[in-house]
């Protein structure tokens, strides 16, 4: 066992008996003794300032992790519900019937604001219906039978008709011809990029957005995955890869998520089934007039078309 030896400093008189040792190494003894206490104290201060500064360093990227996506899905929120509450508001003067066309908009548009962003094959009869009422293809009704004549020269007027065009002469014969119904036999594929344009120029109108708003989700997205790598990853590749990644999901979200109008298309929307309505009540076009009679009933027709009120011309030109 190693020898230990501990000194102990009694007073003068105390044992008589002991042989007295001089102490005057006390006063050193005690200096030194109060520099290494005064240490320790140093040092302990300074280690419960580390430790408060990393505890309010947490809380500032606890705040960051949860309250920049919060502000963000707030954002969302707030953009979903004034679409709704002024979804109301833009329509509240619109008049309960038309009795004319409120514009002369390209009926695949109209399509565009009835389907609310998605239109539906009718569009294709209107756009062949407007083209005709403008005498530009020509229909004609022998009995059950009906001819569309497209002349050989002819150009759309935009690309959605240009692609009714170019599938029309598809189905008729050398001369421009085409005999039914039905008028289509083909594939209709191409309806894919008809339906986008018609999107398109709706959109280039004002009249339609993403029915998911892209900032503010890839904001709420971005700060999301941000504040889950400040919990859970240290790597900056990590960070990247996150922020990366949830804009490419913002942008996935937001497309599948498809088309609503906005407050203008909302509004027009309004408007034409107005129109709408005062075509039914006259309650002629829906099953007695076909394609053939847009020489008379005109922009009553190929409206009609398009809104669900003109079933005899609709059907047999809807592809």
Known sequence: MPRQELDVALPSGLLPYVEAIPTTFLSSFQLTQSIRDTADETTERTLGSLDTQSDVVRWILTGLAFGLPAIFWLLVVKVLLVRFRDRRRVV???????????????PAVVAVLKGEGRPDRTAVAGTILAMAARKAVDIQAYGDRLVVKI??????????????????????????VIEGPPVWRGSTRWFRAFRRDAVKRARDEGMV??????????GALTTTGVGIGIFFFTEPVVYTAIVMSVQVIAWVVSFISGWTLTDAGWRNRAVWHSF????????????????????????????????????GATRPLTP
Not at 92 to 106: N, R, T, Y
Not at 154 to 172: D, F
């Open 209 to 218: 957005t993403r029915w998911m708003p892209l900032l503010p989700l890839t």
């Open 276 to 311: 709408a309505r005062y075509i039914k009540n006259q309650g002629k076009l829906d099953t007695d007039v076909g394609p053939a009679g847009v020489v008379i009933w005109g922009p009553y027709l190929v409206y009609g078309a398009v809104l669900g009120e003109a079933d």
């Open 92 to 106: 509240g003067d619109v008049p309960k019937e038309l009795v004319d066309p409120p514009s002369a908009a390209d």
């Open 151 to 176: 002349p050989l020269g002819l150009s759309g007027a935009n690309t959605s008709e240009q692609l009714v065009l170019n599938a029309l002469r598809a189905e008729a014969s050398p001369e421009g």
